[in-house]
């Protein structure tokens, strides 16, 4: 996620953020409705990678479901939309593009493009391995910062 995160960042996470209503509470509201809100474009988060239960990554959601998210090697694009945050060269790991994000899915990718492993790499993320919404860098004092 460099420029904006490093590695040693601390952060604070905001794991209430992206929660939904209990089951027992479903006759009243949509099976859908969160709490607050679902993860939205440009959020950063934090989430247990598909592949890997060991580690949580940071990245930034993309694509929502329902998305057309498309990468023609030099730009990603949403739903016809090129996509600005940030701007970096962006390769294609596989040739099934566009894709649509799946219904409770998110696409997700690093703002370091060149180098990330992200979902170019194992598709989607399911809403269930997100933890919550990055809410604030802390250290280092120098780089603090809210989203």
């Given at each position: 996620?460099?420029?904006?995160?490093?590695?040693?960042?601390?952060l604070f996470v905001n794991k209430l953020?992206?929660?939904?209503?209990?089951?027992?509470l479903s006759g009243y509201f949509d099976k859908n409705y969160h709490l607050f809100h679902a993860p939205e474009r440009g959020d950063v988060i934090v989430f247990t990678p598909p592949h890997d239960y060991?580690?949580?990554f940071v990245k930034r959601?993309?694509?929502?479901?329902?998305?057309?998210?498309?990468?023609?090697?030099a730009h990603v694009y949403v739903n016809g939309d090129m996509v600005n945050y940030p701007e970096s060269i962006t390769r294609r790991v596989h040739e099934n593009w566009p894709i649509i994000v799946p219904e409770s899915e998110y696409f997700v990718l690093g703002d370091n493009r060149e180098l990330s492993?992200?979902?170019?790499?194992?598709?989607s993320v399911d809403e269930s391995l997100i933890i919550g919404k990055v809410w604030v860098i802390y250290w280092p004092f120098g780089k603090m910062k809210a989203f």
């Open positions: 996620m460099a420029p904006l995160l490093n590695q040693g960042d601390r953020v992206y929660t939904r209503y209990p089951s027992y060991e580690r949580d959601v993309i694509g929502i479901p329902g998305d057309v998210v498309d990468i023609d090697g492993f992200d979902s170019r790499n194992w598709g």
